[in-house]
C-alpha cells in the first residue's frame, strides 16, 4: 500500500509498505479520508513524533475491507470512522469509565501507526458505523465532532441557557453546533475573522463577535444579559481567549477549556479573581470517550450527522490534498495563518 511516513522532523515521505493484516479482534479499514488535526503538525514539523518511522492520521473514514478472527459486529463494505484511543481498560481510570484519562493508552496515529495511508488495522472496538447519507468527507470530522461534545458534556450542560464560544476552528464550529442542538437559548461565537464568524453564525450561532473591535465586550454584554454568560467554552487555547473566558462569564457561570495551550500563562490577581467573585466553575475537557467505549460523544455524532443537524459546511474544509502529496500539506502550516480550516488527505489511491 501507499502510505505517508515520517522519518524525522520535516521528513514526511510518500511512498509503498506492506499492507497490515487484520489479526485477532482487529478490522483492517480500507481509508478514504483523514484530517489533519493540529496535534499532527508538531509531529511532522516539530519534534512531538514519538519514534521514527511512523504514520501519523488518526481522524478517518473509510470502509471496513477485512475482518480479523473473531470479528462479529461489523461487515466487510461498512462505512466507518476511527476511534484513535486505545485504552488499555485495566487501569483504575479505565475501570470508571475515564477513558480520556487513561495512562497506558494506545493511540492510531501517534503511538500506532494510523490513517495517513491507504490502510489502516483497528481494534474491532474503534470504528463507529454511519449511514449512507453522512460523506466520506463528513466521516472524518466525528473525532473532532465528538472532542466538541466532550467539552459540553464537561459542564452540567442544560438547555434555555446562554452560551459563548470562543473560537472558531473546527471544534469551536462543533461545540457551538451541539451547544443549539442541546437547546441553548443563545450561541455566540467570538474570533478575529470575518469569514469564520459568518460561517459560525450560517452553523447556527446567535450573533459572532468580532474580538478585535474595540467595543467588542459591551457588544457580549448586549448578547449576554444581566450579568454574563451562563456557559463558557475556550476552544482556542490562547492567554487571550482564556482572560476573555473569565471575563465574559456571569455570576455562578460554568467554563469549559477545551484548547491547549502552547504558551505560558499569567493572569493578573484582576483577572483571576473573577473565578473567586463570580463562583464560576472551570472545568478542563480532554478528547473524546466515556462508557461504554467509545462512549455516547461517538453515538451522538453518528446520529446527529446522520440527521443532518450536526453540520460539517464545505467551508469548514480548507483543501482536499491527495496523499502522495502530503508532504506539501505540511508545509502549508509552516506560514502562520496560512491555513483556514481542515485540510483533509484523500487516501483513493
Ligand atoms: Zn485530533
Ligand atoms: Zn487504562
Same mark, same amino acid.
Given at each position: 500500500?501507499?502510505?505517508?511516513?515520517?522519518?524525522?522532523?520535516?521528513?514526511?515521505?510518500?511512498?509503498?509498505?506492506?499492507?497490515?493484516?487484520?489479526? &485477532? =479482534?482487529?478490522?483492517?479499514?480500507?481509508? *478514504? $479520508?483523514?484530517? !489533519?488535526?493540529? #496535534?499532527?503538525?508538531?509531529?511532522?514539523?516539530?519534534?512531538?513524533?514519538?519514534?521514527?518511522?511512523?504514520?501519523?492520521?488518526?481522524?478517518?473514514?473509510?470502509?471496513?475491507?477485512?475482518?480479523?478472527?473473531?470479528?462479529?459486529?461489523?461487515?466487510?463494505?461498512?462505512?466507518?470512522?476511527?476511534?484513535?484511543?486505545?485504552?488499555?481498560?485495566?487501569?483504575?481510570?479505565?475501570? &470508571? =469509565?475515564?477513558?480520556?484519562?487513561?495512562? *497506558? $493508552?494506545?493511540? !492510531?496515529?501517534? #503511538?500506532?501507526?494510523?490513517?495517513?495511508?491507504?490502510?489502516?488495522?483497528?481494534?474491532?472496538?474503534?470504528?463507529?458505523?454511519?449511514?449512507?447519507?453522512?460523506?466520506?468527507?463528513?466521516?472524518?470530522?466525528?473525532?473532532p465532532a465528538t472532542v466538541a461534545l466532550h467539552g459540553l458534556r464537561s459542564v452540567s450542560y442544560q438547555s434555555?441557557k446562554?452560551v459563548a464560544v470562543l473560537?472558531? =476552528?473546527?471544534i469551536g464550529m462543533f461545540v457551538l453546533q451541539w451547544a443549539k442542538i442541546f437547546g441553548a437559548?443563545?450561541v455566540?461565537v467570538?474570533?478575529?475573522?470575518?469569514?469564520?464568524?459568518?460561517?459560525?453564525?450560517?452553523?447556527g450561532?446567535?450573533?459572532?463577535?468580532?474580538?478585535?473591535?474595540?467595543?467588542?465586550?459591551?457588544?457580549?454584554?448586549?448578547?449576554?444579559?444581566?450579568?454574563?454568560f451562563d456557559y463558557v467554552f475556550e476552544t482556542?487555547?490562547?492567554?487571550?481567549?482564556?482572560?476573555?473566558?473569565?471575563?465574559?462569564?456571569?455570576?455562578?457561570?460554568q467554563l469549559g477549556f477545551i484548547g491547549?495551550?502552547?504558551?505560558?500563562?499569567?493572569?493578573?490577581?484582576?483577572?483571576?479573581?473573577?473565578?473567586?467573585?463570580?463562583?464560576?466553575k472551570?472545568t478542563g475537557s480532554w478528547m473524546s470517550?466515556s462508557?461504554?467505549?467509545?462512549g455516547v460523544e461517538w453515538?451522538y455524532t453518528?446520529?446527529y450527522?446522520?440527521?443532518?443537524?450536526l453540520?460539517?459546511?464545505?467551508?469548514?474544509?480548507?483543501?482536499?490534498?491527495?496523499?502522495?502529496?502530503?508532504?506539501?500539506?505540511?508545509?502549508?502550516?509552516?506560514?502562520?495563518?496560512?491555513?483556514?480550516?481542515?485540510?483533509?488527505?484523500?487516501?483513493?489511491?
Open positions: 500500500m501507499k502510505a505517508g511516513v515520517v522519518y524525522a522532523r520535516e521528513d514526511i515521505r510518500y511512498e509503498d509498505r506492506e499492507t497490515p493484516k487484520a489479526k &485477532k =479482534g482487529q478490522v483492517l479499514i480500507k481509508v *478514504k $479520508y483523514t484530517g !489533519i488535526c493540529g #496535534s499532527d503538525i508538531p509531529r511532522v514539523n516539530g519534534d512531538a513524533c514519538h519514534f521514527f518511522p511512523n504514520i501519523l492520521g488518526h481522524e478517518f473514514s473509510g470502509t471496513v475491507a477485512e475482518l480479523g478472527e473473531g470479528v462479529t459486529s461489523l461487515r466487510v463494505g461498512d462505512r466507518v470512522a476511527g476511534v484513535p484511543l486505545v485504552p488499555c481498560m485495566h487501569c483504575e481510570d479505565c475501570q &470508571k =469509565g475515564h477513558y480520556s484519562l487513561c495512562k *497506558k $493508552y494506545r493511540f !492510531i496515529g501517534s #503511538s500506532e501507526f494510523g490513517s495517513f495511508a491507504e490502510y489502516v488495522v483497528v481494534p474491532e472496538k474503534n470504528v463507529v458505523v454511519f449511514v449512507d447519507n453522512i460523506s466520506f468527507e463528513q466521516g472524518a470530522f466525528f473525532e434555555g446562554t473560537g472558531t =476552528g473546527t437559548k443563545k455566540v467570538f474570533d478575529i475573522e470575518k469569514e469564520r464568524l459568518d460561517l459560525g453564525k450560517r452553523l450561532a446567535t450573533e459572532g463577535i468580532n474580538t478585535l473591535n474595540p467595543d467588542f465586550m459591551e457588544e457580549a454584554q448586549k448578547q449576554a444579559g444581566t450579568s454574563g482556542a487555547g490562547n492567554t487571550a481567549t482564556m482572560k476573555m473566558a473569565f471575563e465574559l462569564a456571569g455570576n455562578k457561570a491547549t495551550p502552547t504558551k505560558e500563562l499569567c493572569f493578573s490577581v484582576k483577572e483571576w479573581e473573577n473565578l473567586n467573585r463570580k463562583e464560576l472551570l470517550y462508557s461504554p467505549f467509545p453515538d453518528s446520529v450527522m446522520g440527521l443532518g443537524e453540520k460539517v459546511d464545505d467551508a469548514l474544509i480548507f483543501r482536499k490534498i491527495h496523499l502522495s502529496q502530503i508532504a506539501d500539506a505540511f508545509k502549508l502550516y509552516q506560514k502562520p495563518g496560512a491555513v483556514k480550516g481542515k485540510i483533509l488527505i484523500d487516501s483513493e489511491c
